[in-house]
């Protein structure tokens, strides 16, 4: 995933809209996000987080308190590329909260588009069905994605202690390894089970010279 554009309005210290260009910044290479303790800087991380999954690791229950308290509305809009099957596709997500209490949101809408050609086609347009597409896109569950991408800070523990099954099924989806994890299986499964037949019929052979 390379991230080109992200725009964020309400969010904790973002009292008003604000504008990253990551094109313009990336144009010499990698890029550092600097600035005092409350300045900002993991709120840029929490709101592609956002926009992708819609919540964050550092929020109670995902969203609370996460709202400017000053604001009633909280949007966050994301463009980004993903490399799938040879090509690289830009797309864009989007995502508005509107405020129910003092620290509960809801969401008001959320939408993923993918750019083609001149247009822009629209491929999920209900809160569920862009968490699934995401999924489907990145094959990174939100978990994995804020172990592995967007690492939280003091998080990088929690990822070394996984349990074994655990970090290899997030290695995985990461590195999309699914595929031949299944096929390996379905391999093994066949080889096992010829094996087995074969040792059925020597039993078989055996017993009828048993006597010798």
Request: aromatic content about 10%.
């Amino acid at each position: 995933m390379k991230p080109i554009y992200l725009e964020i309005d309400g969010l904790q210290s973002y009292k008003t809209l604000q504008k990253i260009d990551f094109e313009y910044l990336s144009e010499n290479g990698l890029f550092g996000i600097f600035g005092s303790t409350g300045s900002g800087k993991s709120t840029v991380l929490d709101a592609i987080t956002l926009a992708l999954y819609g919540k964050v690791s550092r929020a109670s229950r995902g969203t609370q308190g996460i709202m400017n308290n000053e604001c009633d509305k909280m949007r966050v809009m994301f463009e980004f590329s993903f490399m799938r099957g040879g090509e690289r596709d830009r797309y864009k997500i989007e995502r508005i909260f509107g405020r129910k209490s003092d620290n509960n949101y809801e969401t008001k809408s959320a939408r993923l588009f993918v750019y083609k050609g001149e247009g822009v086609l629209p491929l999920a347009e209900k809160a569920t069905d862009v968490d699934s597409a995401i999924i489907e896109l990145t094959g990174l569950e939100y978990e994995d994605f804020t172990r592995a991408v967007v690492l939280p800070q003091n998080k990088f523990q929690e990822f070394l202690t996984l349990d074994k099954s655990k970090k290899l099924a997030m290695l995985e989806r990461i590195f999309n390894l699914s595929e031949y994890g299944e096929k390996l299986n379905e391999h093994i499964k066949v080889k096992i089970y010829e094996i087995e037949k074969d040792f059925e019929n020597i039993k078989g052979q055996l017993s009828a010279i048993e006597h010798a």
